[in-house]
């Protein structure tokens, strides 16, 4: 709030100043005066002022010695230079250093508030920024890895003891396992949580492209560079850089990040200074590397630079106690985010998605759910809600399993259910049972202990049960 966000006024003219923080005040803002560059540094010491409004010229200490000073003491102070026009390369010159702004008097009164308000909002966008940060690394522990597959819990448990290393890490697993969840989490419970963490899909950027979306680029360096760039190598500076899909990394390019990856250092493309750079790497990938290394698609002395660490993050249809978890996660999510009210899964529905084999894995799941959840017309998830190609897949499975059965098994698993459902109708009383059925009730005596559905109290059923 702007209440909360404290002004340094800081000029030799006594009437500049009152209208100012006159003009300031109005605005929301507290005020803080001072009529030199001395007495502005003080206050800059003392009162630890959000923004700096402060004239170039005055005696004694000039406004540009005391921003100088000021940037020193905290290099993300807001300072805002006011300037005469003779004092104008002046003024360009202390925006080099790092000044946030300047205003050329005679000033319009409009546009010293339009210039604060962006320090203002420049400030609350950091302070989120860092809030969300902070957030970001709380919304990672480990046990917001949705699952109960003691596989995966492993997986958890060794990521832990890797994540405050610096060491590479590789993640293996299918396309859409959620190697990129794991590497999120590996930089967000790392001392680097409060850098960036930058991703690249090796798959998804043109080969040509790949070198300059890696170390950027000079100004010229070709056809189209018309402005310098920086590269992800550059922005990851600090924190962490996840390479997905390293497998599709062309040859020509793993051999300019094996020399990053051995030296941290590197130049842009079309030019000749060299940049050094403190990133931890992890890469994932759904290809097995050590057959392409026999089939010389990818460099044995990169893989062995990053194979230090790997991971490797079973399908879903491995961890099937997953999918009933991951599914309701996803209707929460969906619901919210599609605004309906939807309660849960029908039986059949849930058991249609719990045979499916999911070879799409995790994200697979989350569009089918998403899906069921645009689709549905009441407060349940039904099959009907479901892809087609989901249900078709389990029922051609169910087709197929019937198939393998005798004829005897499945009529001996039709009888049965009937039996349990009518049973269960009748509250266990095997006499309207069985006249429901249309069978005596020894019959029936007889089907509940071949079957082995009776409760041990008719071990002989012609002779005990009559």
Request: proline share 4%.
């Amino acid at each position: 709030m702007k209440a909360d966000y404290q002004i340094l006024i800081v000029d030799d003219d006594e009437s500049i100043r009152r209208m100012l923080s006159a003009v300031l005040e109005r605005e929301g803002f507290q005020t803080v005066t001072a009529r030199d560059g001395e007495e502005g540094l003080a206050l800059f010491r003392s009162s630890s002022p959000d923004i700096v409004l402060m004239d170039i010229r005055m005696p004694g200490l000039s406004g540009i010695e005391a921003m100088s000073a000021m940037l020193a003491l905290r290099p993300g102070a807001a300072v805002i230079l006011m300037t005469a026009y003779a004092d104008l390369d002046t003024a360009v010159q202390a925006i080099k250093k790092g000044v946030f702004d300047f205003v050329i008097k005679p000033f319009d009164l409009a546009e010293i508030g339009l210039l604060v308000n962006r320090a203002y909002q420049m400030r609350e966008m950091r302070r989120e920024i860092g809030i969300l940060q902070l957030e970001l690394s709380g919304s990672f522990p480990y046990n917001r890895i949705i699952t109960s597959d003691p596989a995966m819990q492993a997986l958890c448990e060794s990521s832990i003891r890797i994540a405050p290393s610096n060491a590479t890490v590789v993640i293996y697993g299918e396309s859409g396992v959620g190697k990129e969840l794991l590497a999120s989490s590996l930089h967000y419970n790392s001392p680097r949580a409060q850098r960036a963490f930058v991703k690249v899909n090796c798959g998804a950027i043109p080969e040509g492209l790949l070198e300059s979306e890696f170390f950027g680029h000079e100004k010229g360096a070709f056809t189209g560079a018309v402005a310098r760039r920086t590269g992800r190598f550059e922005h990851a500076d600090g924190g962490t850089l996840f390479l997905d899909e390293i497998g599709e990394l062309p040859l020509s390019l793993q051999v300019k990040l094996l020399r990053v990856i051995q030296d941290r250092e590197f130049e842009r493309v079309g030019g000749d200074k060299t940049l050094r750079v403190d990133v931890r790497l992890v890469v994932a990938t759904n290809r097995n590397l050590e057959e392409m290394i026999a089939n010389g698609t990818f460099r044995s002395d990169l893989y062995y630079r990053l194979n230090v660490i790997n991971l490797s993050v079973p399908p879903l249809r491995q961890r099937p106690t997953d999918i009933p978890l991951l599914a309701s996660h996803f209707l929460h999510k969906f619901t919210v985010e599609h605004g309906r009210e939807i309660d849960g899964f029908d039986d059949h529905a849930l058991a249609i998605m719990q045979r499916y084999s999911w070879p799409g894995n995790v994200r697979e799941l989350a569009n089918a759910v998403e899906r069921a959840v645009v689709m549905s017309s009441g407060n349940m998830i039904f099959a009907e809600d479901l892809p087609v190609p989901i249900v078709h897949a389990t029922r051609h499975s169910a087709v197929e399993e019937s198939e393998q059965k005798s004829l005897k098994e499945l009529v001996r698993g039709f009888e049965t259910r009937i039996i349990m459902q009518t049973l269960e109708k009748n509250e266990g009383n095997r006499s309207r049972t069985a006249t429901e059925l249309g069978i005596s009730r020894r019959a029936l005596l007889y089907k509940l202990h071949e079957f082995n559905l009776d409760d041990g109290e008719c071990a002989d059923p012609v002779a005990a049960c009559e």
